[in-house]
Each structure stands twice: as structure tokens, then as C-alpha cells.
């Protein structure tokens, strides 16, 4: 038994931040309903991250809303309505990624919800948070990336701010809504009350900057200096970085400098013993390592380096992570799809519970796929 089996979230959410929370409540067995707009949906169904579309929904919707139900709704036709009203008496959470008052305006903001069930815990994703200049502005991820200062951590001192490759403000969000909404069941499990978790993008975009942003209070607000050489972390000293080798790639963590240089039989770094060195000529440091490195290959300097416990790894493409035993024994692919249509492989969750890795095969619904099945179930109750 998964450790939410018999719990109901109601997900009103779209895109990918309030999706990607209801998509863990629904790996670790909670049942989730997406309550959609007739038509048209979850927005995420036509936002492409590339030209590869199944059945009618971009891959990037299949991904995120695997293992869920859809429920199409009007919530101007009072009977659809109603149905929905049901819904949430029923349920123990609720999950709303709206700009702020939309949801009140449609009279089921939390106070409209918890009078109507006490016991459900309402979780809510804006951008910015609920007060304060920002509060209107568009919560999407490349913004609040931008907003936050994250980009100015990335790439090197020359290079203007370089923002994720991911959308990683989304991602952070979803993953804090869903502690917060953990939490909250716990209380509800001694008290019998449920509760209000608000997260936003840029609140969750601050705190995965929580070590940086700490130093930056705490040091005279000194801004971020990324390196100019092989930048990889701005506030850590040399070797800390992904250098080029003669057929690839090699990433170094923190290591003592003469050590390294002694393994590497590179004399030049010897000179280097004074640990203050490692940030104040952090970039000479590196050049030196970035001419050295070169000379041999990745598996050449890994035979050197891994033995001495040195902190290093080869920077692997997809192809060859795929292809590798260390992937591979993870068994991290999944496949899914109820519809031969609309077949897909992805990702799994990544939490194991009693040893038991978290999988399923439903893929995401079409919309209203489960209207009939929630119908019946609500006419059964009133009976």
C-alpha cells in the first residue's frame, strides 16, 4: 500500500508548478482529478518544448500529468458546478496555481473551501506571492528566474546572466507545495483540521539560493563573482569546474590544489599551497588546469584521479548515461499510457517507500476521459 492510497486531490492547476505537486501526491497514491476547462484544458496540453506531439497533447502535458483523472467542467454552468462543489467536499486537498483573486472570484478561494469542507488542505502557487508590487505580474519561470538573480550564478564572469536550462522555479515550487501539503495532513491527522499552504515561484526560486544568499547577507552584501575560467559555482574557489580533455569532458569538485597537482604530475600547481589561493587566483589556477587537462583523455585522467578518492566524474551525454550500468541499475525509465495511442516513456518518481520504487502505468487522460466514472461514483453517494 503507497502511503496516500485513499486520499483525494482536487487539482484546478496548469502548466507545470501546481502539475508537477499533484503529479508526486499522485505517485505516492493519491487519487488526482483534473478539473478542466471543456474544449481547451490544461494549457500545458499545447505548450511544446520541442515539435513532438502525442495523441493531440504536447509530450511535455503526457509527462507531467501521467497517473491522474480529468474531469471536464464548466464552472459558469451551475450543474457542472455543483458536480465540482461535490468534488471538494469529498477531497483532501485542493491544488490552484491562478494569479492572485481569480480563484476567489470564482468562489472557491480557500475560506470559500474550507467552509465548505474544514478538513481539506488548500494548496496555492502564485508568482510572486499575494501583496506587493509584483503580486499581477505573469508567474512564469524564465521571469522569476530573471527576478531572483539566479541567472548572474551561471556561466562565466564574461558571459552576460545565463538563466537554467530548466524550468527550475516551477520545479522547486511543485516540490515545496507538496512538503507543505504533507505537513498539513499531518496536523490534520491529530487535529482534524486541514489548512492553507501558499508557495510562490520567486519564494522558491530565493530559498534553492538559500547558501549563496546567506554568504551575500553576511558578507558586507559582496555581489556573486563567477569565475572567468570553466565557471561553475560563484562562490567557490579553484579547482571547482568542467574541463575540457582530449576526447571529452571532466568535472572536479573541491580538492586540494598541490595534491591535485601532484596526481596530475602538473608543477605548476605546487605553487598553490596557501588555501586562501583557491579563490583569490582562483582563474590562474584554472587556466593552468585547463592547459594541462587537455593533453590526456577523460578515462586517462579518471585512472589517475578515482583511485586517490578524488572527488571527479566524466560529464556524460544522454547517449552515454542511457547506455551506462550506473543508469541503467537505477531503473529510472518507466513506461506508460492506458490508450495504445498515447504511449510514452518517461521518467519515474524518484522516492522509494519501503524499498518499493514508485511506478504506474496510467498515462495522462484526455480531457473529461473520466467524466462518466466520477458521474456514477457522485450519483452512487447521493443514493
Known amino acids: ?16 508548478s501546481g502539475p508537477s505537486a499533484s503529479l508526486r501526491l499522485a505517485d505516492m497514491g493519491a487519487r488526482v482529478i483534473k ?6 484544458g490544461d494549457l500545458c496540453r499545447q505548450l511544446y518544448i520541442s515539435n513532438l506531439v502525442l495523441d493531440g497533447d504536447s509530450t511535455l ?14 464552472l459558469k454552468n451551475p450543474a457542472d458546478r455543483e458536480h465540482v462543489l461535490t468534488l471538494l467536499r469529498r477531497a483532501d486537498v485542493m491544488i490552484q496555481n491562478f494569479r492572485p483573486g481569480v480563484m476567489e472570484k470564482a468562489g472557491l478561494g480557500y475560506d470559500d473551501v474550507a467552509a465548505l469542507n474544514p478538513r481539506l488542505v488548500y494548496g496555492e502557487i502564485t508568482g510572486y506571492g499575494k501583496q506587493g508590487p509584483w503580486r499581477g505580474k505573469p508567474g512564469q519561470d524564465l521571469l522569476v528566474q530573471s527576478l531572483s538573480g539566479l541567472p548572474w550564478l551561471n556561466g562565466d564572469q564574461q558571459q552576460p546572466p545565463v538563466p ?3 524550468a527550475v522555479s516551477d520545479m522547486m515550487a511543485g516540490a515545496h507545495l507538496v512538503q507543505g501539503i504533507l505537513a498539513c495532513l499531518v496536523r490534520r ?3 482534524g483540521r486541514g489548512g492553507y499552504v501558499e508557495v510562490s515561484l520567486l519564494e522558491s526560486t530565493l530559498d534553492l539560493q538559500f547558501e549563496v544568499l546567506t554568504t551575500y547577507l553576511n558578507d558586507g552584501g559582496q555581489p556573486p563573482v563567477r569565475s572567468a575560467v570553466n565557471n561553475a559555482h560563484a562562490y567557490l574557489g579553484a579547482p571547482y569546474g568542467i574541463y575540457a580533455t582530449a576526447d571529452g569532458y571532466l568535472a572536479l569538485a573541491m580538492q586540494p590544489v598541490v595534491r591535485l597537482g601532484e596526481l596530475l604530475a602538473c608543477p605548476a600547481l605546487l605553487a598553490f599551497s596557501d588555501p586562501a589561493s583557491l579563490f583569490e587566483q582562483r582563474d590562474t589556477i584554472k587556466q593552468i588546469l585547463v592547459g594541462h587537462l587537455r593533453t590526456h583523455t ?8 578515482e583511485p586517490a578518492d578524488i572527488w571527479c566524474a566524466d560529464v556524460l551525454t544522454w547517449d552515454r548515461l542511457f547506455a551506462h550500468a550506473g543508469f541503467q541499475s537505477l531503473d529510472m525509465v518507466q513506461t506508460v499510457g492506458h490508450r495504445p495511442e498515447a504511449v510514452l516513456r518517461t521518467t519515474r518518481c524518484p522516492i522509494r517507500i519501503d524499498g518499493e520504487k514508485l511506478t504506474s502505468p496510467r498515462g495522462a487522460p484526455k480531457i473529461g476521459e473520466d ?6 461514483e457522485l450519483a452512487e453517494d447521493r443514493k
Request: glycine content about 8%; overall charge neutral.
Open 35 to 40: 478539473i478542466e476547462r471543456p474544449g481547451t
Open 298 to 305: 577523460t578515462a586517462h585522467w579518471l585512472g589517475i584521479l
Open 61 to 74: 502535458f503526457h509527462s507531467i500529468n501521467r497517473n491522474k483523472q480529468s474531469f471536464a467542467a464548466d
Open 371 to 376: 467524466n462518466a466514472t466520477i458521474l456514477n
Open 189 to 191: 491527522g491529530v487535529t
Open 1 to 16: 500500500m503507497r502511503p496516500l492510497e485513499g486520499l483525494l486531490v482536487i487539482d484546478f492547476s496548469q502548466f507545470l
Open 164 to 166: 537554467f536550462g530548466l
